[in-house]
């Protein structure tokens, strides 16, 4: 059976580089098998749901190249999560409690205080029609529970292994709000089982929901999926990764000009046994995707090595490949090839890009030098060629050789102490700029 996945984030803030491990891995698992990927919005949270924050995370799946088969909302289905309650009320696995948030939360510090789980007590299914009709003239709403069986369930996890929870020390989890608005639980397995989700990827944050998810779905007549809770992501510190503070977000990481390829390559890998290694298509990350490669430990997001990545990723990629997220306007491959082989982040070529056509006052370090070496510059058409017979005619001319030679040239045609090679930069600052700063004009 080809693997049916989703990624199903909450539209309440922007994705960090967690989530987008997350995407990926639901990707690869999908295009391993030839199956299908789903972006799902969880967005029945209406209140902290935003346009806003829909539109980053389908931008940012596109900005790595995570393109989804099929796209859902939760919101435009609200109706089909209320014909799955009906159903879990009519066979008594869906029942009302009426307590208030703070008669909930008095409960469970007795609970504590006497050493016990923290468990609902059911205390709701004890109600009486007189209890109820009570409530309800106080003008209580009802939250409705989903009435666990007090028995182990057990799974097989792609990445934990053998995995099990006994409904008796769960509590059973509220499924509908006294305002009468979902939450995660119903909505989520409703999907998976309409969908025809084979697997669910996800963090290990939500391994404690998995057994009252499988009874859900058995409930509603359907057979669980497989699951695969992945640790979860922290800084190279161990620190936490935040979406809603922005922490390691992946538009934080765009405006760096980072290559996707090279987030992709180092979060395919981090947790696994492979080594991290440059790949340049996801099709070569999915032929390398294998559930036993995946470890429990937890793996740590490093900036600094996700840099070296895409410094080794930018110094070999073509202009085509560069081209839109360059954004340079007139920019063409020569002043690619020229600079690339010199960049730490992608927007540094815009530095260089001023340096060759745009106005730099001169760094002149010995006057008479750079002016004796304006005059001996070669006419007719510059290229790579050009910079070598012009400093060896200044050479010749001037006796100078070496550091004496090269550097204060560079000095004045670029205002940096280095750079990429000047045979490469220099046709492309052209004859009369690079006379005019050798004279110590900016130009």
């Not at 960090?16 to 295009?31: E, T």
């Not at 491959?333 to 106005?359: D, M, P, S, T, Y």
């Amino acid at each position: 059976m080809s693997p049916v996945v989703r990624f199903a984030p909450s539209p309440t803030g922007l994705l960090h580089v967690g989530n987008a491990r997350v995407a990926l891995l639901n990707l690869l698992c999908a295009r391993a098998g030839g199956g299908t990927f789903i972006l799902r919005l969880d967005d029945t949270d209406l209140e902290r749901s935003k346009a806003e924050f829909a539109e980053a995370i389908e931008d940012d799946l596109r900005w790595l190249g995570l393109d989804w088969d099929r796209l859902e909302r939760q919101s435009a289905r609200l109706d089909r999560y209320a014909v799955a309650a009906e159903r879990l009320k009519a066979s008594g696995r869906l029942y009302p409690c009426y307590e208030t948030p703070d008669e909930l939360d008095l409960r469970r510090k007795v609970q504590l205080g006497r050493g016990l789980p923290p468990v609902y007590d059911r205390a709701a299914l004890k109600l009486s029609a007189d209890d109820i009709a009570r409530y309800e003239a106080e003008g209580r709403k009802p939250h409705w529970r989903f009435k666990l069986e007090h028995q182990d369930v057990r799974w097989d996890d792609c990445v934990r292994g053998a995995s099990h929870y006994h409904g008796a020390n769960l509590s059973d989890p509220v499924l509908i709000r006294g305002d009468g608005s979902f939450l995660y639980t119903l909505p989520s397995v409703v999907d998976d089982i309409e969908f025809g989700v084979t697997h669910v990827i996800r963090g290990e944050d939500h391994v404690t929901n998995t057994a009252p998810q499988i009874q859900l779905f058995q409930a509603l007549g359907a057979t669980p999926p497989a699951f695969a809770h992945l640790p979860l992501l922290t800084g190279a510190s161990g620190e936490g990764l935040s979406k809603r503070l922005g922490s390691g977000s992946l538009k934080d990481l765009r405006a760096t000009g980072i290559h996707p390829m090279a987030l992709n390559s180092l979060l395919a890998k981090l947790g696994t046994s492979d080594a991290i290694e440059i790949r340049h298509t996801l099709d070569e990350l999915a032929a390398e995707f294998a559930w036993d490669k995946f470890g429990r430990g937890t793996p740590k997001f490093d900036a600094a090595e996700l840099e070296r990545l895409d410094a080794r990723l930018m110094h070999t990629a073509s202009f085509a490949e560069v081209r839109e997220r360059l954004g340079i306007a007139g920019a063409d491959e020569e002043f690619w090839l020229a600079v690339r082989g010199n960049l730490n982040h992608l927007a540094e070529a815009e530095q260089w890009w001023a340096i060759c056509r745009q106005q730099l006052t001169p760094v002149i370090e010995d006057a008479g030098f750079t002016t004796a070496a304006a005059g001996l510059l070669p006419g007719g058409a510059w290229d790579h060629a050009t910079w070598g017979a012009w400093t060896e005619a200044v050479k010749q001319a001037t006796g100078r050789k070496g550091k004496a030679l090269f550097h204060p040239l560079r000095l004045a045609l670029t205002g940096r102490e280095n750079g990429p090679e000047l045979k490469t930069l220099l046709p492309l600052i052209g004859p009369d700029r690079a006379r005019a700063r050798l004279m110590g004009e900016t130009a």
